[in-house]
C-alpha cells in the first residue's frame, strides 16, 4: 500500500469483512470452504491487518507527535480474537460426553467441561446455564440423542424468560429491546444512552434519568454476554 490513506482504506474494508464473517460463522451451517475468499488469503489480509495495528502501537501510525490518519481508528481486534473457546466448541464437548457411558470417566469430563467454561471470560456469565443443562437435562439423553437440537431448546427458552424479565423489571418496549440485541449482533456495539432510553415505556425524570439508564445498560449487558456472546 503506497501510503496510509490506502491503509487506512485496507482496515476499513477488512475490518468490515471481520464483521460479517463473524455473523455467519454463527450459523451451524456455515462452511469456511463455501466462501469464494480463500483461508490463506483470509490470513495474510488478517496478518498485513495487525501488522498495521502493531505500526499505529500507542504512539501513533505518524509517530511522536506527527498527526496519522490511522491514529483514531479503532481495530476492534475483538473481532479477530473472540470466542475462540465458544459455545458450539462446549456443544462438540458435550456431544461426546453424551457417547461415553462410564460413568467414571463421564463425571471427570463433565467436571472438565464446566471448570473450561467457568476459566474463559466470555463464557463466564452463561457457567450457571450450562452446568444446569449438565447436570440436569444431559443424563436425561440417550447416546444417540440430538445433544445439539436440545441444548438449542434449553437456551431458546432460558433467553426467552431473561428477555421478559428485564422487560417486565425495567418497564421496556419488547420490540425496542429485541432490536438493541439485534443491532449488537449485527454491528458488535452496545447501545447509546439515548437507544436505551428509547425503549423504555416512560420517559425518566431528568434526575433519575442517568441512574436508570446506566443501571438498564448493565443489565443489557449482562443479557448480551449471557445469551449473545460467545455462541458462535
Not at 454463527?26 to 480463500?38: A, G, I, Q, R, Y
Amino acid at each position: 500500500m503506497p501510503d496510509e490513506n490506502a491503509e487506512l482504506e485496507f482496515v476499513t474494508q477488512f475490518r468490515e469483512l471481520l464483521r460479517i464473517k463473524n455473523i455467519l460463522t454463527s450459523f451451524s451451517d456455515f462452511n469456511d470452504e463455501d466462501l469464494t475468499l480463500p483461508a490463506q488469503v483470509f490470513e495474510d489480509y488478517k496478518s498485513k491487518y495487525l501488522d498495521i495495528h502493531d505500526k499505529v502501537g500507542t504512539g501513533g501510525g505518524g509517530g511522536g507527535e506527527t498527526v496519522s490518519v490511522l491514529d483514531d481508528i479503532d481495530f476492534e481486534l475483538e473481532l479477530i480474537h473472540r470466542d475462540e473457546i465458544n459455545v458450539a466448541y462446549i456443544l462438540n464437548l458435550l456431544v461426546n460426553l453424551n457417547k461415553n457411558l462410564d460413568p467414571e470417566e463421564r463425571k471427570n469430563r463433565q467436571k472438565e467441561i464446566i471448570d473450561l467454561v467457568a476459566g474463559e471470560v466470555q463464557l463466564r456469565s452463561k457457567r450457571e446455564l450450562i452446568e444446569k443443562f449438565i447436570n440436569e437435562n444431559l443424563p436425561s439423553l440417550q447416546p444417540n440423542d440430538n445433544v445439539i437440537n436440545v441444548f438449542e431448546s434449553y437456551w431458546s427458552e432460558n433467553r426467552k424468560k431473561a428477555f421478559e424479565t428485564l422487560c417486565a423489571e425495567e418497564n421496556m418496549v419488547p420490540e425496542q429491546l429485541e432490536q438493541i440485541v439485534t443491532n449488537y449482533g449485527f454491528y458488535n456495539r452496545l447501545p447509546k444512552q439515548q437507544d436505551i432510553g428509547n425503549a423504555l415505556s416512560f420517559k425518566p425524570k431528568i434526575l433519575d434519568r442517568k441512574t436508570i439508564l446506566q443501571r438498564v445498560g448493565d443489565k443489557i449487558q449482562d443479557f448480551i454476554n449471557t445469551f449473545i456472546d460467545g455462541m458462535g
